[in-house]
């Protein structure tokens, strides 16, 4: 049977860091502060940023909502964002993704103040990351790694395969791991046979937002597994998108949903907030 890897347990060290640092900061007059940008009713962003609220609040991170339920114009987003880069006050602006249909992603995105942009995905960001000189590092990508790095996972020359390209998570870790010294493959719903690829991964990371996409006979024996996927089944039960029964009886380690890395996203998020500040205050 597979270890499975505690994503709650490593969160809340890192956490347990970073609060110990806040309170570091705010001794020397900066309250590291986070602005929240909610726009829509989607459930499921509802609940995420509930959690990293309340992550805020036990680390000793002011957080400013603006939250939009009836939504919000792009001309009078990008305007909030514009704002918000203006304001000395906020160290971090955390936008709730997916937005509601209509609004462009990429271009809210692209207002954001890069030194603001928690969450790492403004261009320049992702562009550090793929140059080799990362500022700020996306919050699942960045807790995946933390978790491989607590476990002792040794990464040089593994063969690791990715399942998932998007922005936020597959091509971030891919280059995370790449510059890790991994070999590492990325699949997608146009790789021709996704199974020859995942049975070779002696690290399997997958993020396809499908539920249980990989099943056992998919992974080779003593693999590491690390599931990112978060789904909610018809029935309301939450899943990964492994299937965590027979992917236990054959991988090493396996990381559980819940309690895996979505944990480990919201202390991330926490991490660079307060890296944010420090580095807008002249302390870092
Ligand atoms: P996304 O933007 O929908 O991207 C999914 C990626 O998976 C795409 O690149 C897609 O390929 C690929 N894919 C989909 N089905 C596939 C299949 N059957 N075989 C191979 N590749 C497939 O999703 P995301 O934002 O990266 O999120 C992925 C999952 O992680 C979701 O379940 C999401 O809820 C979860 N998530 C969790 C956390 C956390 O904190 N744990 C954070 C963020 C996201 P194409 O590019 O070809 O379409």
Do not use: W
């Not at 103040?113 to 995905?121: I, S």
């Not at 933390?146 to 998570?169: N, P, T």
């Not at 049975?199 to 693999?223: K, N, Y």
């Not at 089944?233 to 965590?244: A, C, I, M, Q, R």
């Amino acid at each position: 049977m597979a270890q499975v890897f505690d994503g709650k347990a490593v969160a809340a060290r890192v956490l347990g860091t970073v609060k110990a640092e806040v309170e570091a900061a705010r001794a020397r007059g900066v309250t590291p502060t986070l602005a929240v940008v909610l726009v829509g009713e989607d459930p499921a962003s509802k609940i995420y940023v509930g959690r990293k609220r309340a992550a805020c609040q036990e680390v000793g991170i002011a957080a400013r909502d603006h939250l939009y339920p009836q939504g919000l114009g792009e001309a009078d987003l990008l305007a909030l964002i514009r704002e918000l880069n203006a304001d000395r006050g906020v160290h971090g602006i955390l936008l709730q993704l997916p937005l509601p249909a209509g609004l462009d992603e990429g271009r809210v995105l692209d207002a954001m103040d890069p030194a603001k942009d928690v969450d790492g995905f403004h261009p320049y960001n992702l562009g550090r990351l793929l140059a080799g000189s990362p500022t700020v590092v996306p919050c699942t990508p960045a807790g995946v790694m933390e978790l491989l790095d607590h476990y002792g996972i040794e990464l040089k020359g593994m063969e690791a395969v990715v399942v998932g390209r998007s922005r936020i998570v597959g091509k971030p870790l891919a280059h995370l791991l790449l510059a890790r010294h991994a070999t590492v493959a990325i699949c997608h719903t146009r790789t021709r046979d996704l199974a020859a690829h995942t049975r070779r991964a002696e690290l399997l990371a997958v993020a396809a937002g499908r539920p249980q996409v990989i099943t056992g006979e998919m992974v080779r024996p003593d693999a590491v597994v690390i599931d990112v996927g978060i789904n909610r089944l018809s029935s309301g039960k939450l899943v990964g998108d492994v299937e965590f029964d027979s992917v236990s009886q054959r991988a090493s380690a396996l990381t559980p949903v819940p309690g895996g890395v979505g944990p480990m996203t919201v202390a991330m998020l926490m991490r660079n907030t307060l890296l944010a500040a420090t580095r807008q205050a002249g302390l870092a």
